[in-house]
C-alpha cells in the first residue's frame, strides 16, 4: 500500500468524521425537524469508522456499506418527511422507504451480497434521494412554504444541496461502474481505477459534508 | 469475446433512471400543488368564519349596548323626568299665584314632551314589541306610522304560515327591514313601497321593492349597505341587491330558519 494511497483514503474520511464530531456538538441544539439529519450524520461517521478500521484490518467492509444504505436512507426520509411535512402526504414518503427497504433486503439477499458491492440498492438510494431534493428545491420556492420554514430554510437549503450534490454524482458514478462496464465487477477493476472512483466519490463525499456543515452552522438553535 | 456498448445496455438503463427520476419528480410536485390548494381553501373558509364570527360579536355587542342604553333611558331618565312632573304637579296644586300656576303648566309640558321624546328614542333603539311579539308585529308598528304620515305608502305582505324564529335573526331581520325603509325615505323619492315575507326550503325570504329613482349608474355600496350586507352575513344569509336608474329598487333576502 503506497503512502499517497493511505493518506488519500484516510482523507476521504476526514470530512464525514469532522461533521460527526460537529454534528455531536450541534445536537443538543437541534430543533426536532432535523433530529433524522442528524441521526443520518451519526450514522455515516459511526459507519465510516468501522468501515475504515475494517479496511486497516483487510477484512470485507462491504457488510457496512448494505447497513448504511438501509440506514441511511431511513434517515433521510424521515428528514424529508419533516422538511415537507403539510405540504406532501407522509404515505408518499412511507411507500418509497418501503419500495426501497424492500428492494434492498431482496438485493442484499438473493443479487448482490452483502460482501459485494451493492450497486443496484446505492443507485436506488440515489433515485429516491435525488427525486426528494429536486422536489424540495421546488417546494421551497412557494411563498407558503418559506413562510412556514423561514427559520429552517436557510439551513434546509445547505442540507438538501448536499444531498443533491452527492447523490446525483454517486448515480452518474455508480451507474457507469454498473452499466458501461456490464462484465466487469469492483473486485476485478484494476486498483487504479478502484482508487480513481473513490478520490472522485471522495471529493462529492467532501462537497456534500462542506454543505452539512454550513447546514449545522446556520440551523435554527433550540435551547 | 467483449460485448461491445450499445445503446440498450448503455443509454437506456440511464434514460430509464433520468424518467424514473422527472416522473417521480412531477408526481410528488403535482401532490404538493393539490395539498397547497387544499390549504389555502381551508384556510380562507377559516378565515371568512373567523371573521363572520367577529361580525356576529360585534353586532351582538353593538345591540346589547342598544339596550342596555334603551333600558337606562326607561329606568333612570324616565323616572327622574316623571317624579320631576308629579313634584310640578303638587307645586301646582298648592300654589294659588297665576303667573307661578302659568308657568308649572309650561314646565310640565316641557317634562312631558322630554317623557315622550325619550320614549320615542327608547322604542327606537330596543322596539318593546321586537322582543314580546316578534319582528313582523313590530314592523307592522313602524309601516302604520309611516303610512299614517302619507310621506310614502308600504305595503306589508306576510305569508300566513310565517313563524316566529330566534331573537339573533328576528332582529338581524328587523334592523335590515328598518334600513332598508329608511333608505327610500331619504334616497329613493318612492311612492310605495312592497316588503313580502316568505318561507322556502327552511330560509324566510325578504323580497323589499320600491317604485323610487332606483339605483345610479356607477353604484357604490354606502355604510348604510354595508351594514345590511354585514348583519346578513352574521346570520349565514344571502342578499341581492338591485335597481336600474328611474326603475325602482329591490332587495331579495335570503336567511336561514
Redesign the interface.
Known amino acids: 500500500m503506497s503512502e499517497g494511497y493511505l493518506i488519500a483514503m484516510i482523507a476521504i474520511s476526514l470530512p464525514v468524521l469532522a461533521v460527526f464530531g460537529y454534528g455531536i456538538k450541534m445536537f443538543k441544539y437541534s430543533p426536532d425537524e432535523l433530529k433524522p439529519f442528524f441521526y443520518f450524520i451519526f450514522l455515516s461517521g459511526i459507519i465510516e469508522f468501522g468501515s475504515k478500521i475494517l479496511w486497516f484490518l483487510k477484512l470485507n467492509n462491504l457488510p457496512f456499506l448494505h447497513l448504511y444504505v438501509l440506514l441511511g436512507f431511513y434517515f433521510l426520509s424521515r428528514f424529508y418527511q419533516q422538511m415537507?411535512d403539510?405540504?406532501?402526504?407522509k404515505w408518499?414518503i412511507n411507500l418509497m422507504l418501503y419500495l426501497f427497504t424492500a428492494f434492498t433486503v431482496i438485493n442484499s439477499t438473493f443479487i448482490q451480497p452483502i460482501t459485494t458491492f451493492n450497486s443496484f440498492a446505492v443507485?436506488s438510494e440515489s433515485?429516491?434521494v435525488?427525486?426528494?431534493s429536486?422536489?424540495t428545491f421546488?417546494?421551497m420556492l412557494?411563498d407558503?412554504v418559506k413562510k412556514k420554514k423561514i427559520k429552517l430554510a436557510r439551513s434546509m437549503n445547505w442540507i438538501n444541496s448536499g444531498l443533491f450534490i452527492y447523490y446525483s454524482s454517486s448515480?452518474l458514478i455508480y451507474?457507469l461502474n454498473s452499466?458501461?462496464f456490464?462484465?466487469q465487477s469492483f473486485r476485478v477493476f484494476s486498483r487504479e481505477f478502484h482508487f480513481q472512483t473513490w478520490v472522485l466519490h471522495g471529493f462529492f463525499l467532501l462537497v456534500m459534508n462542506f454543505c452539512f456543515y454550513l447546514g449545522l452552522r446556520f440551523m435554527p438553535r433550540q435551547q | 469475446m467483449?460485448?461491445e456498448?450499445n445503446f440498450i445496455?448503455?443509454l437506456l438503463?440511464?434514460a430509464l433512471?433520468v424518467f424514473?427520476?422527472s416522473v417521480?419528480?412531477i408526481l410528488?410536485?403535482q401532490?404538493?400543488r393539490k395539498?397547497?390548494y387544499k390549504?389555502?381553501l381551508e384556510q380562507r373558509t377559516l378565515e371568512g368564519k373567523h371573521q363572520n364570527e367577529l361580525l356576529k360579536a360585534s353586532l351582538e355587542a353593538h345591540e346589547e349596548e342598544r339596550n342596555r342604553i334603551a333600558r337606562d333611558m326607561h329606568d333612570e331618565l324616565g323616572a327622574v323626568l316623571s317624579i320631576a312632573r308629579m313634584q310640578v304637579i303638587q307645586i301646582e296644586r298648592q300654589t294659588n299665584d297665576p303667573n307661578l300656576k302659568t308657568n308649572l303648566k309650561e314646565i310640565k309640558e316641557t317634562a312631558e314632551s322630554a317623557l315622550s321624546s325619550m320614549r320615542r328614542l327608547t322604542h327606537q333603539l330596543m322596539p318593546p314589541l321586537l322582543d314580546e311579539f316578534g319582528m313582523i308585529k313590530a314592523l307592522e308598528s313602524v309601516v302604520e306610522k309611516i303610512n299614517c304620515s302619507c310621506e310614502l305608502s308600504i305595503d306589508l305582505i306576510v305569508s300566513e304560515d310565517f313563524p316566529r324564529t330566534s331573537r339573533v335573526t328576528e332582529l338581524a331581520i328587523y334592523r335590515v327591514a328598518m334600513e332598508l325603509i329608511n333608505n327610500t325615505l331619504k334616497h329613493a323619492k318612492a311612492k310605495r313601497t312592497q316588503i313580502i315575507f316568505s318561507v322556502a326550503d327552511s330560509h324566510i325570504q325578504l323580497f323589499y321593492k320600491d317604485d323610487g329613482i332606483g339605483l345610479p349608474k356607477e353604484f357604490a355600496p354606502g355604510l348604510g349597505l354595508r351594514n345590511i350586507e354585514a348583519r346578513i352575513n352574521s346570520v349565514n344569509g344571502k342578499i341581492h341587491i338591485d335597481g336600474e336608474q328611474g326603475k325602482g329598487f329591490y332587495a331579495d333576502i335570503k336567511v336561514p330558519m
Do not use: A, S
Open positions: 415537507l403539510g405540504f406532501i402526504d408518499l443507485i433515485v429516491f435525488v427525486i426528494l429536486l422536489l421546488m417546494v412557494e407558503v448515480l451507474y452499466f458501461l456490464p462484465d | 467483449k460485448q456498448p445496455t448503455l438503463p440511464f433512471i424514473l427520476i417521480g419528480v410528488l410536485y401532490q404538493f395539498n397547497l390549504r389555502e
